[in-house]
C-alpha cells in the first residue's frame, strides 16, 4: 500500500500477476486505503494471513500520509501474523520509469525536494545511487559517475518547481513531472525482499520522514 502521496493506492501480488486499486485525491486516504484493501482480497479470494508480507511506502512524503500508511500496515500485519516490508517512495517512483539512471524528485512542500538517484540493476529493479535527501530545488544535483550518461528526470517536483526543470534541462535527457508513488512498484520492490527473507516484525513498520523538524514548534 501506497498514502505518502495524494496518490493513494493498493496492489496484490500474486506469481507475478498484480491487482491493484488507485485514486488521487487531497485528502481521506484513511478510508480509501482499507476499502481498497477489502476489494483486492475479495477479487482475488485470499485473506490477509495467506500473505507472505505486508509492504508499504515508508516515505519520504507527507507527514500524515507515511504515517497512515505505517500504522495500516502495522495493524493489519499484526492481526494477520504476517511481515511487513519497508519500501523507499522514491525508489517506488524510479522503478516506474524503469529507465538505466533516474533523478527523482518529489515536492516536498516549504519549497524544498525529496530527492535521490537511482541506477537498474541486473534483475530490472532500482537500486540506490545516491542517499535520500530533503533540500532547496537548487541542492538538487548528479552523482559525479553520470556525467555525460542519458538520465532521466521523473516526480512531482520538477513540476511544482520551475527553477528545477531549468536548472538540470541539461543534465537530463528527458523529464515526467506527473509521475507520483504507487503501490505497484512498492509490491514489486517488496517481491525480492521477501524472497531473500528481508522481512521484518510488524512492529518496525515505522515512517521515513527524512525532514526531522516538521513536528518541531518554531522558536520566538
Not at 18 to 46: K, S
Request: charged share 20%; hydrophobic share 40%.
Amino acid at each position: 500500500m501506497d498514502t505518502a502521496t495524494e496518490n493513494c493506492s493498493a496492489a496484490l501480488w500474486m506469481s507475478g500477476s498484480v491487482l491493484q486499486r488507485e485514486v488521487e485525491a487531497e485528502r481521506g486516504h484513511a478510508e480509501l486505503i482499507l476499502g481498497m484493501i477489502d476489494e483486492l482480497l475479495a477479487e482475488a479470494g485470499t485473506r490477509l494471513h495467506d500473505l507472505s508480507a505486508i509492504a508499504f511506502g515508508r516515505g519520504p512524503g507527507s507527514f500524515t500520509g507515511v504515517r497512515l500508511a505505517a500504522s495500516v500496515t502495522q495493524g493489519l500485519a499484526f492481526g494477520a501474523g504476517v511481515p511487513v516490508v519497508p519500501v523507499s517512495d522514491l525508489r517506488a517512483v524510479a522503478q516506474r520509469s524503469a529507465s538505466q539512471h533516474v533523478l527523482v524528485c518529489n515536492d516536498a512542500r516549504m519549497q524544498e525536494v525529496y530527492w535521490a538517484c537511482f541506477e537498474q540493476g541486473p534483475d530490472g529493479t532500482m537500486l540506490p545511487a545516491s542517499e535520500e535527501k530533503v533540500s532547496n530545488p537548487l541542492e538538487v544535483y548528479l552523482p559525479p559517475g553520470w556525467t555525460g550518461k542519458p538520465v532521466i528526470g521523473t516526480g512531482r517536483g520538477f513540476r511544482a518547481y520551475t527553477l528545477l526543470r531549468e536548472r538540470l534541462a541539461d543534465q537530463l535527457t528527458n523529464i515526467d513531472s506527473t509521475v507520483l508513488p504507487r503501490a505497484q512498484e512498492v509490491a514489486l520492490l517488496a517481491v525480492e525482499e521477501v524472497r531473500a527473507g528481508r522481512t521484518l516484525l510488524p512492529q518496525s513498520a515505522v515512517p521515513t520522514y527524512i525532514r526531522n523538524d516538521v513536528a518541531k514548534p518554531k522558536g520566538p
